[in-house]
């Protein structure tokens, strides 16, 4: 690290440090939660830190969970995230905020909400930015009251000429939406407000995640003014047995092309919209998808042909990855996609080391050409940060072999490889019960040889192989006289640490391609996290990984193929990556 992110590491921990023993003495209206302000026995972050990430947003220590309120303003982005202030597990949690000008470097700032009146005195949990027509942003977000009910909230810049929005002040008015007997709303499932749309009519609208027994729903509010909201007849949607709805997000996307929509249009003249409708399920820590249509004057989102919002329907990422958040990026016509990826490693591992839970590359996020997928791409700006470009060309893997791609820092890298597989007969029949990927990589794991695959590239290896994470291919004929394929992808951690007490769970997932044309791999490889990109962005599979030895210069990258057929190295381009500069 440079002197630059030392010292930034430094006034973080000043900070932390007063917020841990001290009052800090702010407007009556958003004064600190006393509770925070109290002394406690925090462990210091343990001094050998080999699986912090250089180049992923995190903070210095302590635990960090959903990004919240992503947004621009004034050419400076901003992210909130659930933080707790006093330690490496969940609890205490406020918004913590940094800012940046380029989604990659990141400054820090004190919280911006955090426990202080009756309506969010016992937690400020996840919510949303808006920004209004006057260019205004106002914070939507959940509270816990003293009965331990969840109520939405609104906060506000306390100074609109602050590009850095340091301040935030609460609403006198808050609650603006809270259960109670007439709407019999689940107090205990209610919660995590979107970012608001306008409508035809000129009212608000906003969604919240709630359930009722077993039936998952989006509730919608409507508003003039932002202040005063009055809940819908009816849910935007909903669906019987998916269990608790959180973290929902809904958005335009263009039927055509790549550039973002901004949450309230209507679309340009010619232009075709879809609307995505996501939701993070509470059961399986998931985040699920439906692209489909909004019918604007009954308030209701209507999934296409083949989606439902339940565990069947597709998802952002196969591996750790949840409580998303998207915002429309003005300055770049774009729409960027947040996740969180929490640890694999024991919560004792992460009270040691002082820290618990990273962010994701900000993915840009657009319609597929077919109308039926999300492509998500890293946004071009982590491209800053390469260095040492290493190129294969036109290299052979035959079976069973391998070849080291030397010259870069293997522990934090940025790999793009494109294959080429020859006798697409040679493949084996895909078994017709074999239905859910996951299980397919987890029996069938980068040992197991097949006609064609595993083929991909091996991350964070150690020198003789003790350790190593997969991420690969295999394709599969789909019945024994067809000359259709599936291509599977996994992300196999089995192997990853000789420490036995991690989450080694491996990962997999259908990738949607013709594997006749040149298939696509791209790797973020970052100390402990590898976020892999297959199919030009139509497959993401995160994985946390914490080897003990393949740590640092002692890590190396690999190209493999352990098939039974060749495969072709078209190009393959790595980089070196330099630590971004996160505070």
């Known amino acids: 690290m440079t002197k630059e992110v030392y010292s930034k590491i430094g006034v973080w921990l000043l900070f932390a440090l007063l917020i841990s023993n001290y009052v800090v ?28 990430t250089g180049f992923h947003f995190q903070p210095p220590k302590n635990w960090m969970n959903d990004p919240n309120g992503p947004m621009i303003y004034k050419g400076i982005y901003h992210l909130f995230y659930q933080w707790n202030p006093k330690g490496a597990v969940w609890g205490n949690i406020v918004w913590a905020h940094s800012t940046s000008t380029d989604l990659i470097n990141w400054d820090p700032h004190p919280p911006a909400i955090f426990p202080s009146e009756p309506f969010d005195i016992n937690g400020c949990w996840s919510g949303s930015a808006t920004i209004l027509p006057d260019g205004k942003p106002v914070i939507l977000y959940t509270g816990i009251d003293p009965k331990n009910q969840q109520v939405q909230n609104i ?22 939406m809270a259960p ?47 202040l005063k909201w009055e809940k819908s007849t009816e849910p935007l949607h909903y669906d019987d047995g998916s269990g608790m709805w959180e973290c929902p997000d809904f958005f335009p996307v263009t039927r055509f092309g790549s550039k973002g929509v901004e949450t309230s249009s209507f679309g340009e003249p010619n232009e075709v919209l879809k609307h995505v409708l996501k939701v993070s399920l509470d059961d399986t820590k998931h985040d699920y998808y439906t692209i489909g249509t909004y019918d604007r004057v009954g308030d209701k989102f209507v999934p296409d042909k083949g989606f439902k919002m339940d565990s069947s329907a597709p998802r952002y990422d196969y591996g750790k990855y949840y409580a998303s958040k998207t915002f ?12 969180w990826t929490n640890e694999s490693s024991s919560v004792e591992d992460d009270v040691e080391k002082g820290w618990s839970g990273i962010q994701t590359i900000p993915r840009k996020i657009w319609l597929d050409r077919s109308g039926k997928q999300l492509i998500q791409w890293p946004v071009r700006e982590v491209e800053r940060l390469r260095t040492n470009q290493v190129n294969l060309r036109n290299k052979v893997l035959d079976s069973r072999s391998r070849v080291e791609v030397y010259g870069v820092t293997a522990a934090q890298a940025d790999v793009e490889v494109l294959f080429k597989v020859r006798d697409m007969d040679k493949a084996d029949v895909i078994e017709p019960s074999w239905t859910d990927p996951q299980l397919i990589c987890s029996r069938m794991n980068v040992s197991v040889q097949s006609g064609l695959g595993p083929f991909g590239l091996m991350v964070l290896a150690s020198n003789n192989l003790e350790e190593y994470t997969s991420v690969y291919f295999r394709i599969f004929k789909a019945s024994q006289n067809s000359n259709k394929y599936v291509v599977v992808m996994c992300s196999d951690q089995s192997r990853s640490s000789l420490e036995e007490d991690n989450d080694k769970t491996t990962y997999g997932t259908f990738v949607d391609v013709n594997p006749r044309q040149p298939l696509s791999l791209r790797a973020l490889i970052d100390n402990s996290v590898v976020e892999s990109f297959g199919g030009r962005g139509r497959a993401c599979i995160t994985s946390r990984v914490y080897p003990k030895l393949a740590i640092g210069k002692s890590s190396h990258l690999y190209a493999f ?3 039974l057929q060749s495969v072709d190295v078209l190009s393959l381009s790595a980089w070196s990556m330099k630590s971004a500069q996160i505070s």
């Open 25 to 52: 003495d702010l407007e009556a209206t958003h004064h600190v939660y006393k509770r925070l302000t109290q002394s406690t026995n925090i462990k210091s972050p343990a001094v050998n830190q080999p699986y912090r």
């Open 155 to 176: 906060a506000e810049p306390k100074n609109l000429s602050d590009p850095y929005l340091v301040e935030w002040t609460k609403s006198p008015l808050n609650p603006l």
């Open 180 to 226: 109670d007997a007439v709407n019999g709303i689940n107090a205990s499932s209610f919660r995590d407000p979107t970012t608001a749309w306008l409508g035809h009519d000129k009212k608000w609208r906003v969604i919240i995640g709630s359930k009722i027994h077993r039936r998952g729903l989006a509730i919608t509010y409507t508003s003039k003014d932002f």
């Open 328 to 339: 429309y990026d003005s300055a770049k016509n774009r729409r960027i996609l947040w996740g």
């Open 561 to 563: 193929n352990y098939g």
